[in-house]
């Protein structure tokens, strides 16, 4: 009688091959999806950077920066969320009609998580501020340490310099 020669894998070899790939995907998956957040996060302060250098190079030349799309805000000595936006390219009396193509080519509108950047100044145009409402889209206000350690909390970009941001490990 031949004896016959069994090439392949056992039903035991497969099923740890499958338990070992099922433990690595549990352990990268999470960091994954947090490495997606904070690469939103870092999209979102170098766009509100952008927008700020724009502010300063209108300021530059017109002694005051761009008006908000909607009602000014109070800024910085009782200082508050920003209300308005950068509005559209298309309406001059807008932010972005002001400062797009002159001082930045394209202005972002959105910030990583596809909410609108919010935009104001004061009553004098001499302070503004921008502001992303970070993941969950809804403001939560001025943290007290102005540094941030959720992907929900806002971040303030005013007069040129972060005023709250994010910093450490993110949750």
Do not use: C
Request: zero cysteines.
């Amino acid at each position: 009688m031949k004896k016959r020669n069994n090439k392949g894998f056992t039903l035991i070899e497969l099923l740890i091959v499958v338990a070992i790939i099922g433990i690595i995907v549990a352990i990268a998956i999470p960091n994954l999806l947090n490495a997606i957040q904070r690469a939103k996060q870092k999209r979102t302060m170098a766009d509100m950077r952008s927008a700020g250098t724009a502010a300063e190079a209108y300021a530059v030349d017109y002694n005051h920066y761009p008006a908000a799309a909607a009602s000014p805000m109070v800024f910085p000595s009782g200082l508050t969320m920003p209300t308005g936006t950068f509005g559209d390219a298309t309406t001059p009396s807008s932010f972005s009609g002001r400062v797009s193509p002159t001082y930045i080519r394209v202005l972002p509108l959105v910030d990583g998580w596809q909410s609108y950047f919010l935009y104001g100044t004061d009553t004098s145009k001499q302070n503004y501020a921008i502001a992303s409402v970070g993941k969950d889209g809804t403001s939560q206000g001025i943290a007290t340490n102005h540094e941030t350690t959720n992907f929900n909390d806002d971040i303030i970009f005013a007069d040129g310099q972060f005023l709250q941001y994010p910093a450490g490990a993110q949750n």
